[in-house]
Structure formats: C-alpha cells, structure tokens
C-alpha cells in the first residue's frame, strides 16, 4: 500500500508538469517592461525588439500597440474560411493563406516581428511567418505592415507595398542559426 502511495505521488507530479499553462512573464528592453501575456502569447514572443536601434520612447510606442499588432497577426494566421468578418471601413491585411494557395490542411505559423520604423503616431514592420508542405518542407514567408494611431487606439492602416516581400530564401549560418531573406 505505501509503495502504491509512493508511486502515485510520484506520478502526480509528472501530470502536473504535463498541464503546465504558459501564463507568460515580462521582458525588460532599453528600461521598458513589456508584458507577454495573454491574449495572444505566442505572437507577443515573437516580437524581435533586441538589437532592432529602437529608442526608449519607441519602444512605448510598441508596447502600446502591441495588443492590436498581436490581434491582428492573430487573424492573419486563421484560416480563411474561420477569419471574422469585415469590420465595415476597417483595412484588412492580406490573406497569406490564398497568396500562397495553400492547402486546407497547412496551418500558418508566426517566427518574428521585426524592421520596426516607429514614429508617435505609425509603427511599420515586417513579420516572418513559415509553414509546412509535405514531407517537412517548410516555406517562410514575409509581407510588411503599417499601423496608425487614431483616437488613441492602434490599428491596421495598411500594407505599404502593394505585393508582399514574398516566400524567403533561408540557410544556416556558421554559428548554426537559421537565417531567412
């Protein structure tokens, strides 16, 4: 009976490590704290602000839209046929899914935000996604956005080319780094 006990406790611990939920944390850049939580975590860690020459003031300017861009990275990364509808006056981003003709099955994934070009009132950056075909290939792809501050809030303005950058040529640097331009 004690080693049932025992082993139970054991296993509880395990389970337990099994149902971990990523309630996310804050990442300090420059002096600015930056919440990574939910809704849309995954999307928020994949905002590339190290290295990017962003001043302090920049860098607030993100974390205030970050909740908009991650919203909206979010509806670019839902399949087409469950994407909301159109809110009436509103841009929409392109949809990446008929860009690239993909098939049903394929899901669409974000790697990094990143380019950042950030004034007071217009965030401009591109964002790197991937996806994969059969049998492991994997297809990166970028296009670029502009967000604008109107009444306070952020939101999608446009794309500021008329095509997007496209599919990315990657390799593997020395350092063993996967780089995709």
Same mark, same amino acid.
């Given at each position: 009976?004690? %080693? ?14 099994? +149902? ?13 704290? +930056?919440?990574?939580? /939910?809704?849309?975590?995954?999307? @928020?860690? %994949? +905002? ?8 302090? %003031?920049? #860098? ?6 970050? /909740? %908009?861009?991650?919203?909206? =990275?979010?509806?670019?990364? =839902? ?10 006056? *509103? ?19 974000? *790697? =990094? ?10 965030? *401009? ?18 296009? =670029? ?22 599919? #990315?040529?990657?390799? @593997? ?9």
């Amino acid at each position: 009976m004690l %080693a049932l006990f025992l082993l139970s406790m054991g296993l509880s611990s395990v389970w337990a490590s099994a +149902f971990f939920v990523d309630k996310g944390h804050t990442e300090t850049i420059d002096g600015i704290a +930056f919440e990574i939580v /939910p809704p849309h975590l995954f999307i @928020k860690k %994949a +905002f590339k602000l190290q290295g990017e020459n962003l001043t302090p %003031a920049q #860098l607030r300017t993100i974390r205030e839209a970050m /909740p %908009a861009i991650a919203s909206m =990275t979010h509806q670019v990364l =839902t399949r087409p046929n469950i994407q909301p509808a159109e809110v009436e006056g *509103q841009a929409r981003p392109r949809n990446i899914y008929q860009i690239q003709n993909m098939e049903s099955s394929a899901q669409l994934y974000i *790697q =990094t935000l990143q380019n950042w070009q950030v004034t007071e009132t217009s965030i *401009q950056f591109s964002s790197d996604y991937f996806y994969r075909l059969g049998q492991g290939h994997t297809v990166n792809f970028r296009d =670029t956005y502009v967000f604008t501050k109107s009444q306070n809030n952020w939101q999608f303005l446009k794309h500021p080319q008329s095509e997007p950058d496209g599919v #990315l040529k990657c390799y @593997k640097t020395a350092e063993g780094w996967m780089r995709c331009d």
